[in-house]
């Protein structure tokens, strides 16, 4: 079965530094990865997805993930944070019915 | 294009009502599929409804139930409410169903007392 791991429930960082969210993933077949954002009171929002074309995928909002499949990893980077950026971030893979089986997510603060 | 639009954003309801949400998906999407997130148990798939029909089913009691319109608008039912009922309800539609992406919108925020 399918599944995800966030590594850390909440992440710190200050404004201009590197953003690392950490997810790993479980397949037993080739996955399909995502990573969606969610902003106070309101839905999510994707911010990229792998789909096995390339295993570096760039997001928008300046956020990109590396597909790493000797260490079963999807983690989400962003070279300089910005205030803005402070949300929950979701990392999910489709399961075997297709359904999104969505990780316990992360939540950003930033600091100015 | 509009995005998906769920009402309404929130509501409040006492144990044992029942409630309905309603979900308009992107114009040209054929797929609405529900969520349910709560802070215990995070995202949570309930079901899928493509051309009326409802195509995949989550691990939910059948006091959620949900149907879709033929203009694929689509409604999720609750009846008997319970506290733990009590979550954020996002809806997301899709061209052509879970395999492609989906697009949620901003959800309706159900407590119930």
């Known amino acids: 079965a399918q599944s995800v791991t966030q590594l850390g429930s909440h992440v710190s960082v200050s404004e201009g530094a590197l953003v690392l969210l950490r997810c790993n993933y479980s397949?037993?077949?080739?996955?399909?990865l995502f990573w969606y954002v969610q902003y106070p009171n309101q839905g999510l929002q994707l911010l990229l997805k792998?789909?096995?074309?390339?295993?570096l995928v760039k997001g928008i909002n300046g956020f990109e993930a590396e597909f790493k499949k000797s260490e079963t990893s999807f983690h989400l980077t962003k070279p300089s944070a910005h205030m803005s950026d402070a949300a929950e971030y979701f990392c999910?893979?489709?399961?075997?019915?297709?359904?999104?089986?969505f990780g316990t997510g992360t939540r950003l603060q930033v600091f100015p | 294009k509009a995005g998906v639009t769920q009402t309404p954003r929130y509501l409040i309801k006492t144990r044992g009502q029942q409630v309905t949400l309603s979900c308009s998906p992107i114009s040209g999407h054929r797929s609405v599929s529900w969520y349910q997130q709560t802070p215990g148990q995070g995202l949570q798939f309930l079901f899928e409804?493509?051309?009326?029909?409802?195509?995949n089913k989550g691990n939910f009691p059948g006091r959620f139930s949900g149907r879709q319109f033929s203009n694929s608008r689509s409604e999720m039912n609750v009846s008997t409410l319970e506290l733990g009922d009590s979550a954020l309800y996002l809806c997301?539609?899709?061209?052509?169903?879970?395999?492609?992406?989906?697009?949620f919108g901003p959800g309706t925020r159900l407590t119930v007392l």
């Open positions: 999910a893979v489709r399961g075997h019915t297709d359904k999104l089986i």
């Open positions: 792998y789909t096995s074309a390339a295993t």
């Open positions: 397949s037993s077949v080739p996955p399909y």
């Open positions: 997301a539609s899709s061209e052509t169903g879970l395999a492609d992406t989906q697009y």
């Open positions: 409804y493509f051309s009326e029909t409802q195509r």
